[in-house]
């Protein structure tokens, strides 16, 4: 059995206002709708370079970050910060027995 440390997530982590975008397909356009959700309090920060250096090749590039919450967040997900970054979820660790997930994001593009 593992122990829950959710309890010191209170302590060293700060709110992100994060927002799920939704993709669908309408009259054969792609449509985004952002769904709002409650801010809650994550840990975030970009991935260490011996981390990126073991992704693919082609992934190499892209701007990696880690997120630690206790927010559970669908593979795939899209969510938008209040800056209006773009964060894709590559990869989720499920530590909910210690009472958080850990996040592989990659930044999108801005098409701004």
Same mark, same amino acid.
């Given at each position: $059995?593992? +122990?829950?440390?959710?309890?010191?997530?209170s302590?060293?982590?700060s709110?992100?206002? @994060?927002?799920?975008?939704?993709?669908?397909?309408d009259?054969? %356009? @792609? =449509?985004? *709708?952002?769904? %709002?959700?409650?801010?809650?309090?994550?840990v975030?920060?970009? $991935?260490?370079?011996?981390?990126?250096?073991?992704?693919p090749?082609? $992934?190499?590039?892209?701007? /990696? /970050?880690?997120? /630690?919450? %206790? !927010?559970? @967040?669908?593979p795939?997900?899209?969510? %938008? *910060? !209040?800056d #209006? @970054?773009?964060? =894709?979820? !590559?990869?989720?660790?499920?530590?909910?027995q210690? #009472?958080?997930?850990?996040?592989?994001?990659t930044?999108? +593009?801005? *098409?701004a």
């Open positions: $059995m593992m +122990p829950n440390v959710s309890s010191v997530f302590n060293w982590t709110p992100v206002q @994060l927002r799920v975008v939704v993709k669908r397909a009259d054969f %356009q @792609l =449509r985004e *709708d952002v769904m %709002q959700i409650a801010p809650f309090e994550a975030m920060q970009p $991935m260490k370079a011996q981390s990126v250096d073991r992704k090749e082609g $992934m190499r590039q892209w701007r /990696w /970050w880690e997120a /630690w919450t %206790q !927010q559970e @967040l669908a795939d997900a899209v969510v %938008q *910060d !209040q #209006g @970054l773009q964060f =894709r979820v !590559q990869a989720k660790t499920n530590w909910a210690s #009472g958080f997930f850990h996040y592989e994001m930044e999108q +593009p801005n *098409d």
